[in-house]
């Protein structure tokens, strides 16, 4: 349910109905929770799932050792600027630390000043853009 508040945005999956989105992304997210190299991080309060980070951690060429990326990270509309959004980081950080990553990365939309000033407080760099080519049916995004 969080995954569908997150994704419902226009360029994401465009899957407006909640349970049709559930049901048809039920499989990814289990093979998502199974992928060893897949770290999932759950927020919740007693009541309610508030958010969550998805990252993956794997080796990279590029940096001649292991990386963890950010794939997702969502909190709910009532749940922001609380220091939830702050914790899944620091956390996915040390997880990855331990797994032996040399570093954590992620992409952003860079024209949210927000999002980059968040990011920015935690540390993070600007390094490059990240360029898509979506591969099979046009119409899934």
């Not at 990814?28 to 991080?41: E, S, Y």
């Not at 959004?85 to 331990?98: G, Q, Y």
């Not at 024209?111 to 899934?140: H, M, P, W």
């Amino acid at each position: 349910g969080l995954a569908h508040e997150f994704l419902r945005k226009p360029i994401h999956v465009g899957i407006e109905n909640r349970a049709e989105f559930v049901r048809q992304t039920l499989e990814i997210g289990i093979d998502l929770i199974r992928d060893p190299n897949t770290v999932l991080l759950l927020a919740k309060t007693r009541e309610e799932f508030i958010g969550y980070l998805a990252a993956n951690i794997h080796p990279a060429l590029h940096i001649n050792g292991k990386e963890c990326m950010i794939r997702e990270l969502y909190i709910r509309e009532g749940s922001r600027r609380k220091g939830v959004a702050s914790a899944l980081v620091r956390t996915i950080e040390r997880v990855a630390s331990e797994r032996g990553s040399k570093r954590v990365s992620l992409a952003t939309n860079m024209n949210d000043e927000i999002q980059n000033s968040f990011y920015s407080s935690l540390g993070y760099t600007r390094r490059c853009d990240f360029d898509v080519k979506y591969l099979g049916d046009k119409n899934a995004r």
